[in-house]
């Protein structure tokens, strides 16, 4: 799969992993935000049941409001509001209707004015009415015994039109139900399109009728029927939602010669990966019957999928088999082709005069660009904004995903300032319009049915909002604030990045969740991360396809909480204008106290609970690192400076403890702890510094050799 360059930028910036105050609020609470939103700041109770006049008969939307309904009255009834009094009237005026499968260029614009008792909805087509639908579902607050809505007018439309989630179904298989279940999480988030991997080394994903073989032997029997996806479609066009298949060729291509092995460019036999990676085996583009397979199957999958999109992957060729095949390399030469990428460029266009008689758009990754490539395909650009741009100023059209690779766990803040249009670009408007949006990118390798949805959510809905709302909103605390608002509404709408987190749990105690030091359990897999970044392959190098992913690493989250609104209260206590304030000093030694009693109680659990054993090297570092925190912050608060040889003592610790381990967990606190022992051992200057030195030096002091991405 295509590998991503991103850091996580923006985790150490004072103004990026605060989630504190700081941020002017939004008018609304709703994310994406709306592209324009007017609040009188006046809220109403909601004292009645809902009505709804809506004078069309389409299925879609039709659809969209018993959903709304279902889900309007579930949320009330959980407030245990009075529902005796007046009604609160939804008309909704939906000017046009969208095919019953969306395509590429839909109008999804609405507007949606709230008054005392009412709300008008008008838009230009179904689509625009379902993202209104969702937007006054957002608007809706509950409190105890209490449900309003506030005054509003908003005027929304998206900024790009293509605003996608990639889920790799192929490395690890999801059966259906999870992607019905983050189709409905796309649709409150306002994204319009689901690409399917279905293709890689590991798996065949997608019944052929016509080369049933494929399927057979290259799946270890899952795979989606037709019919399936069939379903799926139509579950994703209910919602607004296109399906774009990708079928990787002629890398990533193991299952695909395990039943046929006369077109791989080297002798067979094969079988599927269970390892992860970048492997050998690669069509063989001089054979025609390799093109008589893919003209047979990517004509069935083209009646088989609606959309006018379909990927082909053609990432990560190493060029290996290629170079070892003489007949290969002498029609490179024959033909007078540019080597492996001219083979590769002779390729694409075979595959894009197949696909173009299906009436289908190539779309592909960014090797797939060449100056011979036709200028009606598409580059999903996991290279970065600057690949983005000379793909747009070579006059194709273009997606972004480099820096939405929501599975190397990197922070909301690292997805949200990832712009297709950066500050400064010198595209012109028309070059501009070439890039059509971006896409969030699951890939599969450490993700199962039980896990993928806390590794998408809530940190996809930050990507759902660069992509549909204005590029000036960027604030990224106020992003964290509506983040943690939106991220029940996800739940709402069928997510399980929440529900299953007990379930995680359960894997490392069994069903024992009311023993003591369970809930220090609970605390610690809240404080710890995943890895980043392809850091978790380096450290579990026994892992593969059929290891069940159930470990410490499984359990938490892809960002801590915990840890954020940790770091929250040590920028506000250390950086705060004016004498630094004994409540937060106190403040953070207690929370250091808690870790500390919190790592005693999960050690005490491990001769007991064999899975917890994993957690045991991370209690302890979280342990030494607490007791370097604690002396620090105590030295902070008396006026002590910390002396030098100390400042290193300290720091080498948590140096040490930030190693990797076998838990492939990390402790984001740490940067948070460096600032507070670096505060401690400058504290003598900083009277003489403004606020912007003394900031300066703390992050110089704390981190000497610079700030590095985890």
């Known amino acids: ?66 959903r709304l309904e279902q889900r309007w009255a579930a949320r009330l009834a959980g407030s245990g509001s009075p529902r005796a009094g007046a009604s609160f009237t939804l008309v909704v005026d939906c000017h046009g209707f969208s095919p019953v499968i969306p395509g590429p260029a839909e109008d999804e614009s609405y507007a949606l004015d709230v008054q005392m008792g009412k709300a008008v909805l008008t838009s230009a087509t179904d689509l625009g009415a379902l993202h209104g639908l969702e937007t006054l579902l957002q608007l809706l607050q509950v409190g105890p015994r209490v449900a309003s809505l506030p005054v509003v007018s908003i005027h929304d439309r998206p900024r790009f039109a293509w605003r996608g989630l990639m889920i790799d179904v192929a490395r690890r298989w999801q059966p259906l139900e999870v992607l019905e279940r983050n189709l409905d999480a796309m649709a409150a988030v306002k994204l319009n399109v689901l690409h399917l991997h279905l293709t890689e080394d590991q798996g065949f994903r997608i019944e052929s009728l016509t080369h049933p073989e494929l399927q057979a032997q290259g799946s270890d029997g899952h795979y989606y029927t037709q019919a399936q996806i069939r379903t799926v479609i139509a579950y994703a066009a209910a919602r607004g939602i296109r399906v774009v298949p ?261 894997h490392l105690v069994g069903a024992n969740l009311t023993i003591p030091g369970i809930e220090s359990l609970r605390a610690l897999i809240a404080l710890v991360e995943p890895v980043k970044h392809y850091q978790r392959g380096a450290q579990q190098i026994w892992s593969n396809q059929l290891v069940p992913l159930v470990g410490l690493a499984d359990a938490a989250q892809p960002e801590s909480t915990s840890a ?54 991370p209690a302890a570092d979280l342990t030494d690192a607490a007791a370097v925190g604690h002396e620090a912050i105590c030295d902070l608060a008396s006026g002590t400076v910390l002396p030098p040889a100390r400042l290193a003592a300290d720091l080498l610790t948590l140096d040490r403890v930030s190693q990797p381990n076998e838990s492939a967990t990390m402790l984001p606190v740490l940067v948070p702890i460096r600032l507070v022992v670096a505060a401690a051992a400058e504290q003598a200057k900083r009277p003489e510094l403004t606020p912007e030195g003394w900031h300066q030096l703390v992050f110089a002091t704390a981190f000497p050799q610079g700030l590095k991405a985890p």
């Open 246 to 506: 990708e079928f990787d060729i002629p890398g990533h291509a193991t299952s695909w010669v395990v039943s046929h092995p006369e077109i791989a460019s080297l002798p067979g036999p094969y079988s599927v990966e269970r390892q992860w990676g970048v492997f050998n085996p690669v069509l063989d583009p001089t054979n025609e019957a390799t093109y008589a397979l893919l003209a047979d199957f990517l004509g069935e999958m083209a009646a088989l999928f609606p959309d006018p999109f379909l990927h082909i992957g053609g990432d990560e060729n190493n060029g290996v088999q290629w170079n070892a095949n003489p007949r290969i390399q002498g029609y490179i030469k024959d033909h007078h082709l540019d080597g492996n990428a001219g083979l590769h460029a002779m390729f694409n266009q075979r595959i894009d005069r197949i696909l173009a008689r299906h009436g289908k758009r190539l779309v592909g990754w960014d090797e797939i660009l060449n100056p011979q490539l036709p200028k009606d395909c598409v580059i999903d650009s996991w290279r970065g904004t600057e690949a983005l741009g000379r793909t747009a100023v070579a006059g194709l059209d273009c997606i972004l995903s480099n820096g939405f690779y929501i599975d190397l766990c990197y922070s909301a803040a690292d997805h949200y300032v990832t712009e297709p249009v950066p500050d400064g670009s010198t595209l012109t408007p028309a070059q501009q319009a070439h890039i059509l949006g971006g896409e969030a990118t699951m890939w599969s390798e450490w993700v199962t049915p039980e896990t993928i949805d806390s590794r998408i959510w809530p940190r996809t809905a930050a990507i759902a909002e660069r992509l549909w709302s204005p590029r000036e909103v960027r604030d990224i605390p106020e992003m964290y604030r509506r983040l943690a608002i939106v991220s029940d509404r996800l739940s709402e709408a069928g997510a399980l990045h929440q529900k299953n987190q007990d379930l995680m749990l359960r």
């Open 564 to 617: 954020r609104e940790f770091a929250g209260l040590v920028e506000r206590t250390l950086f705060a204008r004016g004498p630094i304030a004994a409540s937060g000093t106190e403040a953070i030694a207690g929370q250091f106290d808690q870790w500390t009693k919190m790592a005693q109680d999960v050690t005490a659990l491990a001769p007991v609970y064999p899975a917890v054993r994993e957690a045991v090297v």
């Open 1 to 66: 799969m295509p590998r991503t360059n991103s850091l996580a930028t923006c985790l150490f910036s004072a103004g990026a992993w605060v989630a504190a105050a700081g941020a002017a609020p939004l008018p609304t609470d709703v994310m994406p935000a709306p592209a324009e939103a007017v609040a009188s700041g006046a809220f109403f109770p909601l004292t009645g049941e809902l009505r709804v006049v809506d004078a069309h008969a389409n299925p879609r939307l039709d659809a969209a409001l018993a």
